[in-house]
Every structure is written in structure tokens, then in C-alpha cells.
């Protein structure tokens, strides 16, 4: 019998029946389980703005603080927002308060209470839109310009999770690392960046020649990813070779909005880019910690 016959004994058989088991998930094995509502109960706090965000600054994150901050920096004074830090590997997206708000467990989730009666609104590419139609901006009006922005939009929305919980996860989080995943997942990471990068090449922003929520969700996916702030595979997926996608993630990174935008609910990194929690735009100026929302 070859060597090329010979069964792989790491090769898993599927039972009949899958079962939970808690130690299977890896660095998130805590977080993660079969079963959906809440484990506690737990209220959510709410400040004195319209909006009520309740977050953290991972990439679905900060879709909605950078276009928070976005809309504050056009003068729109609607969108002035309390961002609550969500602390995910506490399980405080298991709260009953938050579950309420988002029945699926996962950040971001946000509470509209600027009309007569609350709204809520989750998953992030749903809350972009809810707020670029309310405020009338980063979204084209004209229905091809619109059609093209949501069209990125929702790309971003399928593509993301075979970045994250596909690549980002067997190539930073699995608790070993193994071969076929993340050679599976590589490839479609890097397909993604060449669609991008094909876009870019014909067009200053994904849905034409005006900045837009398309931009604002795949920015801190794809463009984290290619400035080396995602996985640290920047060498292993050779993400210097996206050169349309590498101009475009740098001019969104310079813009003040959007750099502020990262900061908020983030817990962890350089202590000057850390703004655990958001209620005035003058919270930014404080960034010791003493930090808003640090426990006592």
C-alpha cells in the first residue's frame, strides 16, 4: 500500500447526530453555543440622545460609529448617539436587555428612539441604511447610483463572514491550525480583494465617484485587512499587490471621521485609540482611563 493510499487518521467522520460540545470552539468556545435568546437578565443602560448604540469596535462595529461620526461631522445633529460598550466575551450580548434588541445575540445593535415609539435596528448593513435614509446622506438618490451603492453594500454583507469566520478564524483563532481550511478560505479571501481591487481600479469608491455606506461597511473588513490591522496575514495574503485597494483603504483612513469612528467602544490596543464608551463629542478629547466606562 503507497503512502497516497493510506487513510488519514486525522480525517473526521460526521456521527449521525451532532452534539454541543463546549470545548470545540476555540478561542471563543465561551461565547458560542447551538441555542439562541438570553442567558441573564440584564438591562441595557440608555443615555439622553436619540440614538442608542450598544457595540464594540470590531468591524461590524465600526461600520456604524464611523457613520455616526460621518453624519455629526455634516452637521447633521440628529445622529448625535450614547455608544455602550458590549463586552462580547463577558456574554453581555446575552442579556435579555440586548437580546430585545437584537434577538440574534450579536453586536451591533441599535435602538432609535427618535420618534414616538423606539425602533430597533440590527445587523449592521441594516442599521447603515436605516441611518443613510433617515439623514439623506452617503446614500446616492438617483436609482442607478442607489441600485450600485446597496449592490457593495450587500457584498459586503455575504463576503464578509468567509473573510472573518472563514479565513480569520482557521488562520488566527481555530485551536490548530490545519491545512485545508485555511487554504480554502485564503483563496476566497483573496478572490474578494481582486474583485475589490477591479472595482477600484475603474471607480475613487465602490459605488462611483462619491464616498457612501458601501465604502463605510467594507472599509473596516477589506481595508483594515490590506493596511495590516486584520489577522496579521498582511504578508501571507501579499496584500501590497491590491494597489487600487491599498490607495482607497488609506484615503479612508485619513478622513477625521472615520478615524474617530474606530475609537469608540474599542477596549483594547493603544490606550490613545481606546474610547470604551460615547456619549458627547468632547469624550474624544478625554482619552485617559479613567476612560469613560472603565470599571471601578
Known amino acids: 500500500m503507497n503512502d497516497s493510499a493510506k487513510p488519514d487518521s486525522s480525517t473526521y467522520t460526521p456521527p449521525k447526530v451532532w452534539t454541543w460540545s463546549k470545548e470545540n470552539g476555540g478561542q471563543f468556545a465561551s461565547i458560542n453555543r447551538p441555542i439562541a435568546g438570553p442567558t441573564h437578565e440584564k438591562e441595557l443602560p440608555v443615555g439622553r440622545h436619540p440614538l442608542q448604540l450598544y457595540s464594540l469596535a470590531t468591524p461590524n462595529g465600526v461600520k456604524v460609529t464611523v457613520l455616526l461620526e460621518e453624519l455629526l461631522a455634516l452637521g447633521h445633529s440628529g445622529a448625535e448617539y450614547d455608544?455602550?460598550?458590549?463586552?462580547?466575551?463577558?456574554?453581555?450580548?446575552?442579556?435579555?436587555?440586548?437580546?430585545?434588541?437584537?434577538?440574534?445575540?450579536?453586536?451591533?445593535?441599535?435602538?432609535?428612539?427618535?420618534?414616538a415609539a423606539p425602533i430597533r435596528v440590527f445587523e449592521s448593513g441594516s442599521i447603515l441604511l436605516h441611518l443613510a435614509e433617515k439623514f439623506g446622506a452617503f446614500l446616492p438618490a438617483d436609482a442607478a447610483g442607489r441600485a450600485e451603492c446597496l449592490n457593495w453594500l450587500f457584498w459586503q454583507m455575504g463576503s464578509a463572514p468567509y473573510l472573518g469566520g472563514g479565513f480569520g478564524h482557521f488562520y488566527a483563532y481555530a485551536p490548530s491550525k490545519m491545512e485545508y481550511p485555511i487554504d480554502r478560505f485564503a483563496m476566497e479571501a483573496k478572490r474578494q480583494l481582486d474583485v475589490l481591487d477591479r472595482r477600484l481600479a475603474d471607480s475613487p469608491y465602490l459605488a462611483g465617484s462619491d464616498y457612501t455606506i458601501a465604502d463605510i461597511a467594507v472599509w473596516p473588513w477589506y481595508g483594515a485587512l490590506v493596511l495590516g490591522q486584520l489577522y496579521g496575514a498582511a504578508e501571507f495574503l501579499q496584500?501590497?499587490?491590491?494597489?487600487?485597494?491599498?490607495?482607497?483603504?488609506?484615503?479612508?483612513?485619513?478622513?477625521?471621521?472615520?478615524?474617530?469612528?474606530?475609537?469608540?467602544?474599542?477596549?483594547?490596543?493603544?490606550?490613545?485609540?481606546?474610547?470604551?464608551?460615547?456619549?458627547?463629542?468632547?469624550?474624544?478629547?478625554?482619552?485617559?482611563?479613567?476612560?469613560?466606562?472603565?470599571?471601578?
Do not use: C
Not at 494597489?243 to 467602544?265: F, S
Open 239 to 296: 496584500v501590497d499587490s491590491y494597489v487600487h485597494v491599498q490607495r482607497w483603504a488609506k484615503q479612508i483612513a485619513a478622513r477625521p471621521a472615520v478615524q474617530r469612528g474606530r475609537m469608540v467602544n474599542r477596549s483594547w490596543g493603544e490606550p490613545a485609540g481606546q474610547l470604551w464608551e460615547r456619549h458627547e463629542a468632547s469624550d474624544f478629547e478625554s482619552q485617559t482611563q479613567d476612560k469613560i466606562g472603565a470599571p471601578s
Open 83 to 115: 455608544a455602550w460598550l458590549i463586552r462580547i466575551n463577558d456574554g453581555d450580548q446575552f442579556g435579555s436587555g440586548f437580546v430585545a434588541v437584537n434577538p440574534n445575540s450579536k453586536i451591533p445593535a441599535l435602538l432609535d428612539r427618535s420618534g
